[in-house]
């Protein structure tokens, strides 16, 4: 890790103490877990709690990609170009602050390193250990069907877990390699700011460091053959964000095929080809940003049974692999790449491998977030493809406008929308753009994992103001469709009744009352 500094030794001696002995190997194991990333400190702290006897092997880092390289420090840094980004925007909400704020952008560093050190004991070594866990550090690799070797030793299980995650692709763009470039693992190693920044990939973490390094003070530049930003998102959700990466000024090379790299002098330069016409961009620094590689080399899996091919690890919808003794979860195996996906995986192969469980994977409602500002969330299905898979969509939105707090907030760009199936009251996808949007889909996700409707979610009480109304919005949409031109026509008849007769009426079936009440 580098700099080499308090912060970073701390990190180090929780997740790769130095001298560090490894046990000795006695009997068969229950479960023996490769990689310490999310899933595997989940399976063998989970296992371990259960009582089964457990090793865990890392060559790496205790707490992977998620701890080290990827969601803390990102989110640390992101926090920090928000603070920023609030004390320009203060104005507007008859705040005076004095001219010359600026980013100590080394300042800013130091604190992401301190804060991931502080989070850093939960995934430590010693923390494992304490749980019951053997945890061996140094490379795996299977040697049959039902034995791992590391470090020399040999280690008998009658179940085991791959979940050895995955890495930044390397691009085969000419002259890349030569001249340089980031990617997550390197990135947060930063102590001074680059000066111009060029971002290759639109992808969430493409649009979260350019957004990030924009506030600190970069020049940002996003190079990328989608024709538009977070190309898996709703389109309106990637227009919202665009819109504000324009007003901030992140320049944008969108539909662009990345021709070659070079340098001239200690300049770094993209060359690449748009509508036709020869374009480059250029940078002190440049960071790759799109593409996943599986990390299966050096594990002899073929000694083990298990397939696999460039997307990962092959398993079936209980993520067991070719061998059925063992198991597979996170990022090595699966298109979800998320840390919580990961947890949850971890989750569905404990039941499955030590308790004979038929818990699927494919069952699972996996939310994500980009943290961007605004940020975009999503679950489920988009309409598209819900469309492709036989649905007749009914797509219902409340923009961020016609919500009071977002209104106060100062926050109106942006909106929640769902999309049901036509005819049933069954929450198929939602996308949310919001400032805090990942907070925010989980009530979708809680509706969808539980089978609740919008109905339920009109009828919920959500404290006022609140963006979540939102959500609480879309369900009286949802309930004022219902109202159909016969049945007010009906109501209509109804209430003229009403006019001319005298005592007291007969109540109205609940859902018409319901459909009635979301007028307002």
């Known amino acids: 890790m580098f700099p080499d500094d308090p912060y970073n030794r701390i990190l180090v001696g929780n ?13 068969r194991y229950n479960l023996v877990v490769i990689g310490a990333g999310t899933a595997g400190l989940v399976s063998a702290a989970g296992a371990a709690s259960l009582g089964a006897r457990v090793a865990l092997i890392e060559k790496h880092l205790m707490g992977g990609d998620c701890l080290n390289m990827g969601c803390v420090p990102s989110k640390g840094i992101l926090r920090a170009a928000r603070a920023f980004a609030d004390v320009g925007a203060a104005g507007a909400f008859g705040v005076r602050v004095p001219a010359g704020a600026e980013v ?7 604190r992401m390193r301190r804060l991931r050190a502080q989070i850093s004991p939960h995934d430590s070594v010693h923390r494992l250990t304490k749980l019951g866990v053997d945890v061996y550090l140094g490379a795996a690799r299977f040697v049959g069907p039902r034995t791992v070797e590391v470090e020399g030793q040999r280690l008998d299980f009658a179940r085991a877990v791959i979940a050895t995650g995955a890495r930044a692709v390397e691009l085969p763009i000419p002259g890349l390699k030569e001249i340089g470039y980031l990617t997550n693992e390197n990135l947060f190693w930063l102590t001074e700011l680059p000066r111009r920044l060029i971002i290759v990939g639109a992808g969430p973490i493409g649009c979260e460091m350019a957004q990030a390094f924009r506030r600190f003070g970069s020049e940002v530049s996003i190079a990328s053959l989608d024709p538009r930003l977070l190309p898996r998102e709703d389109a309106d959700a990637s227009h919202v964000l665009q819109s504000q990466f324009e007003r901030e000024g992140i320049r944008m090379r969108l539909g662009a095929r990345i021709l070659r790299a070079e340098s001239c002098g200690e300049q770094k330069v993209i060359v690449f080809e748009r509508q036709g016409r020869q374009e480059e961009v250029i940078g002190d620094a440049i960071l790759v940003a799109i593409g996943r590689a599986p990390n299966v080399e050096g594990l002899d899996l073929d000694a083990a049974g298990v397939a696999f091919d460039r997307s990962g690890i092959t398993v079936n919808e209980r993520l067991q692999t070719t061998n059925k003794a063992i198991y597979a979860a996170g990022d090595v ?7 919580h996906a990961a947890d949850a995986m971890a989750r569905v192969v404990l039941q499955n491998a030590l308790f004979f469980g038929r818990k699927r994977a494919t069952a ?6 980009t943290f961007t500002d605004p940020e975009v969330a999503h679950v489920g299905l988009s309409g598209e493809e819900a469309e492709r898979r036989g649905y007749v969509v009914e797509t219902l939105t409340v923009e961020l406008k016609d919500v009071d707090r977002a209104v106060l907030d100062g ?19 939602a996308t949310i753009v919001a400032r805090h949007a990942g907070e925010m889909i989980g009530e979708v996700t809680l509706a969808m994992t539980a089978g609740i409707g919008l109905a339920t979610l009109s009828r919920t009480i959500h404290p006022y103001p609140t963006q979540t109304e939102a959500l609480k919005k879309l369900g009286d949409l949802y309930l004022r469709s219902r109202l159909t031109p016969r049945l007010r026509s009906w109501l209509a008849w ?16 609940t859902s018409v009352v319901e459909s009635g009440a979301q007028i307002y």
């Not at 100590?104 to 130091?110: C, H, N, R």
């Not at 699972?364 to 977030?369: A, E, G």
């Open 15 to 27: 997740t790769h103490p130095a001298g560090w002995l490894n046990p000795k190997p006695s009997g």
């Open 104 to 110: 100590d952008f080394p300042a800013v560093m130091e």
């Open 333 to 339: 195996c699966s298109v979800y790449k998320f840390t």
């Open 364 to 369: 699972l409602v996996i939310p994500w977030c």
């Open 411 to 429: 926050e109106e760009e942006g909106f929640a929308r769902v999309w049901v199936q036509k005819g049933k009251d069954r929450i198929l996808g």
């Open 494 to 509: 109804y209430f003229r009744w009403i006019r001319r007769t005298t005592g007291r009426s007969k109540p109205l079936v």
